[in-house]
């Protein structure tokens, strides 16, 4: 029986939130460089389909690419909460191929270059990436292999001291604006076993690209990459062991999909804000339409599943920077807020009415860019498989 | 484990003294309440001796001073309680001990003088005196400021009249907390609280109601024809009755629904047990993509619910009074928490849809989260209004 003789107090000077003061000015200073030297030209860029290179040595300068890796290589970490405010703030820049396009360097290419990398190759790929001077793309699907990663062909043949990569892939985040691509490629037999990661040079003979028009997410260049004959150096094998390229993409999935799931929360709650204030200064039948019963209704209801998506996130990056792979805290929280940031989108347009379907204001960005949400780093029911696999259903 | 951040994080909002805790609630509920649970059901009532072993076992004053009998524990030793509660079998069990410790009581140690403390919340907290609050009337709920029972001062007395309407507790209490208009004029400032003994003259029980769950506890109308009470009655000042029962609200939305998303994930695992061991065509139902991806969707939606209550919670038991989070934790989770038990009413199938098992029980008993403590529609209408809208 619980006697009560050790009362229970709050724990002091050991606070449960995740976040501290000093993420908070990190926060606050990202958001200051997003308001000025991103958001003003968003409209711009997505004319163009592409934003300037120089995003990425401003990045750098800044430090937020240095975020996950050790000093010794020009971070300042690692800090995964620091990164997470990255994330968030990143996505409230108004366009997800931003996001996506640093995002790919930083949360994918630069990070299994960081992770798995040998000394040289971390002092090659990893210390510039964290500058911004080079732009890394991560490579694993391909026509007929995604989220299923044992299957996929691509072929690297040794031969000598080098290897020759044959194959194609394809829906590749910054694939052809990429200086160098981490590329998953068949080693050995069939299977988990035969993958590795090599690291490809984007300037390789027999490297090329085809970028992919794409419904959202406009600023990204998302591209198929082939690789006919591509011979690179044997040292490009990420981490100088043949066979561990499953293990090294398992290894990496959870913080692509922590932080699509950390973005994903950001924009709809920016999103929410936005289809707010549209429905404060709009007017019908007298009244600002915020002011009717089901607008302010659904408003409550999406800005409490964006408040329990965030709960849930937290949650999983609580477990992460503990220290655990959280894979089932994280597939729930992946495909959670990836579904509700698009669905906040369709609501936030649906209140826009019609100027919502016109392409003068953001939210319609916002409608084409949350849709990817549920198909990249995982579909939402790739999730649901890896969590019903976890609790013994599948 | 290799960190990835500099700083210290806690795991979780419990602590390992909550889990003891928590260890000792879950053996005493899976002994003294679980095996009772289809028979006070059945009875519409259970026992009152459920309190004082409650009490004795030190479990209704966890939260509460030591000076007082209780456990001197935090916000959070409460929050335990409530959830291994879930596990009892029967959430008209759970309703009446969380109407005693977290809805009728917290104005007394709050508000009440010392007189007050010792007459009504010592012994509430050994169980020997059973608590009910009286808000809700036949023409006013959530509604608060429509509240037409009156208390008039005659003397140094008060002399109350009015009725209540939906009161957990109300048959068996030997006290309820109660609000009444103390003037007509001064709107919101014109409603106190009080603290009105159950066997004061014109108090009565006019009727035991009837209801579709929660049907081991006792909800009463009471009638107040001209009930005197003592000036010391008056729990907390004069007219500050409306800010009082509004901060009582959010700690019965928050225990409310915590209770109930933990009696969700008690029934999502039976769910996901059942789905591995019935088999259909050859093979177990949860081999089904229908079911096993339903069953996922359904853990997304009761963690995310269960985080957002914890991160309230913590607010809540840190010193903040964070309505809008409270509010959207009680709207969300109500939905998840009736999503999940109708969910279960699927899989269960038949069974399920006879009174042999305890899903039926569940999905009845919670159908009321979603009323009580403020419907989802006022929830919307609190939220809305903390986002300015």
């Known amino acids: ?394 | 484990m290799t960190p990835r951040t500099p700083a210290a994080v806690r795991p979780s909002i419990f602590t390992p003294e909550h889990e003891e805790l928590r260890a000792s609630i879950r053996a005493y509920v899976e002994r003294e309440l679980r095996p009772f649970a289809s028979e006070w059901e059945a009875a519409g009532w259970f026992p009152d001796e459920v309190f004082t072993k409650l009490g004795a076992a030190g479990f209704l004053g966890l939260t509460y001073p030591i000076e007082l009998g209780g456990q001197g524990g935090d916000y959070l030793s409460g929050l335990v309680l409530k959830e291994e509660m879930a596990a009892c079998g029967s959430g008209g069990v759970s309703m009446a001990v969380a109407v005693q410790t977290d809805m009728a009581t917290p104005p007394i140690l709050k508000f009440g003088t010392k007189e007050q403390q010792d007459t009504y919340l010592r012994p509430a907290i050994q169980g020997t005196k059973i608590a009910c609050i009286g808000i809700t009337e036949p023409g006013a709920g959530s509604d608060v400021a429509n509240i037409q029972t009156t208390a008039k001062r005659d003397g140094s007395d008060w002399i109350l009249n009015g009725r209540k309407v939906f009161i957990t507790n109300g048959v068996r209490a030997h006290f309820c907390t109660l609000v009444a208009r103390t003037s007509k004029q001064a709107g919101y400032q014109g409603f106190s609280l009080f603290i009105v003994p159950t066997d004061a003259p014109g108090w009565s029980v006019s009727r035991k109601l009837d209801k579709l769950g929660m049907r081991s506890s006792d909800t009463a109308e009471i009638a107040l024809d001209d009930v005197r009470v003592p000036a010391d009655a008056l729990l907390g000042e004069e007219g500050n009755g409306f800010p009082q029962i509004m901060w009582e609200l959010q700690g019965e939305r928050l225990v409310a629904i915590a209770g109930s998303i933990t009696g969700a994930r008690l029934l999502h695992e039976r769910c996901v047990a059942y789905a591995k061991e019935r088999t259909t065509f050859g093979r177990p139902i949860g081999r089904n993509q229908a079911i096993s991806h339903r069953l996922v969707e359904l853990s997304e939606k009761i963690e995310a619910a269960q985080q957002l209550i914890y991160d309230a919670a913590w607010s809540f038991a840190t010193g903040g009074y964070p309505v809008a989070e409270i509010s959207m934790a009680k709207l969300y989770g109500g939905i998840v928490v009736n999503e999940m038990t109708n969910l279960a009413m699927q899989i269960f199938a038949g069974a399920a849809y006879t009174t042999a098992l305890d899903i039926e029980r569940a999905w009845r008993d919670t159908r009321l989260i979603r009323i009580g403590g403020g419907t989802d529609e006022i929830m919307r209408e609190v939220i809305a209004k903390t986002m300015g809208l």
């Open chain 1, 1 to 394: 029986m619980f006697d009560g003789s050790q009362p229970i107090t709050p724990p002091a000077g050991d606070p449960y939130p995740l976040f501290r003061e000093e993420h908070e000015e990190l926060r606050s200073s990202i958001r200051r460089f997003i308001d000025k030297e991103v958001a003003p030209f968003i409209e711009e860029w997505e004319e163009l389909r592409d934003f300037p290179r120089e995003l990425y040595d401003r990045c750098g300068e800044l430090g937020f690419f240095g975020l996950k890796f050790a000093e010794e290589h020009g971070g300042s970490g690692p800090d995964y909460l620091a990164a997470a405010v990255f994330t968030e703030e990143l996505a409230r820049c108004g366009a997800g191929g931003v996001a996506a396009g640093l995002g790919a360097h930083t949360d994918l290419a630069s990070l299994y270059v960081g992770n798995y990398g040998t000394p040289e190759q971390l002092q090659r790929w990893l210390v510039p990436s964290i500058r911004g001077e080079i732009i890394g793309a991560l490579a694993v699907t391909e026509p007929d292999a995604g989220s299923d990663v044992a299957s996929l062909r691509t072929r690297a043949t040794r031969d000598g001291d080098h290897y020759v990569i044959d194959g194609a892939k394809t829906f590749i985040t910054n694939g052809s604006k990429a200086d160098y691509v981490v590329v998953a490629a068949r080693t050995g037999g069939d299977g988990h076993a035969g993958i590795s990661l090599i690291v490809v040079d984007a300037t390789t003979p027999g490297f090329s690209t085809n970028r992919l028009d794409t419904v959202g997410w406009r600023t990204s260049h998302t591209a198929e990459l082939f690789f006919d004959g591509v011979r690179v150096s044997a040292g490009n094998l990420l981490g100088g062991v043949e066979g561990d390229g499953f293990k090294q993409i398992m290894g990496n999935f959870g913080w692509e999909r922590l932080a699509m799931a950390l973005g994903a929360n950001a924009a709809a709650a920016k999103t929410l804000e936005a289809g707010i204030a549209y429905a404060q200064e709009r007017t019908a039948f007298g009244k600002p339409i915020s002011k009717f019963q089901v607008w302010k209704h659904r408003f409550a209801d999406l800005a409490s599943e964006i408040a329990a998506s965030r709960s849930l996130t937290y949650h999983a990056l609580r477990r992460y920077v503990l220290g655990e792979p959280a894979i089932r805290e994280i597939a729930l929280a992946k495909s959670f807020a990836c579904e509700l940031d698009w669905k906040v989108a369709d609501e936030c347009l649906q209140v826009h009415g019609g100027w919502g379907y016109m392409m003068e204001y953001p939210v319609q960005r916002a409608w084409r860019d949350s849709r990817l949400g549920p198909i990249g780093g995982g579909t939402t029911e790739i999730m649901r498989e890896i969590v019903a696999k976890i609790d013994g259903l599948s």
